[in-house]
């Protein structure tokens, strides 16, 4: 049999360092065709990055690609049992509280995938492992919000727009609340 070339592990606070700058390569690498020079600077500045509480909460992964010698982080994301919708630590302005799975949904949160490993599968074999927990933790739908680059991935995994809308940032930078049912776990 043979093995496994990516795996997912749940990412610790010694990971945020390196989740940094692999976030910012991946938003310019990816996000470059959909987004000005401006509206990129202003997102890549002010929203994506590291949220530390999803590591704490034990929601946010890595994904591996297993080489030679050790494995090389070629996506990550995860998901969010609290209110903040998206975006990283510098993003926060308002305490969190916690989803009521019965009501809320769970937020995906935070994907990003290696320019060099888009379109592989492994953002969707991340969503299902995030799926799968949050229906685990009693949830039974998620949303997200989705940069315009995600919209086709998300719309493929049976998420529906809810609303399409713009970041107050420095420059508006234009993106998709999507929402989906989860079956139950």
Sequence with gaps: ????????????????????????????????????PAQLDAVTREVFGVDSQLI?????????????HGAELVACGGW????TGCGGDKH?????????PAREAAKIRAFFVAPSMARRGIASMLLAHCER???AAGFSAVELVATMPGVPLY????????????????????VALMRRALAPS
């Excluded at 926060?92 to 009521?100: H, Y």
């Design 1 to 36: 049999m043979l093995e496994p070339l990516f795996t997912i592990r749940q990412a610790v606070p010694a990971d945020i360092i390196a989740l940094e700058r692999f976030i910012e390569q991946s938003a310019r690498g990816l996000n470059g065709d959909f987004y000005t």
């Design 56 to 68: 704490a909460d034990g929601t946010f992964f890595l994904v591996e690609h297993l080489v030679e």
């Design 133 to 135: 927990q949050a229906a």
């Design 155 to 174: 719309r493929s995994r049976g998420f529906a727009l809810v609303e399409h809308y713009h970041l107050p940032l420095a420059v508006p930078v234009p």
């Design 80 to 83: 969010g049992k609290r209110s």
């Design 92 to 100: 926060k302005s308002a305490p969190e509280r916690l989803l009521d």
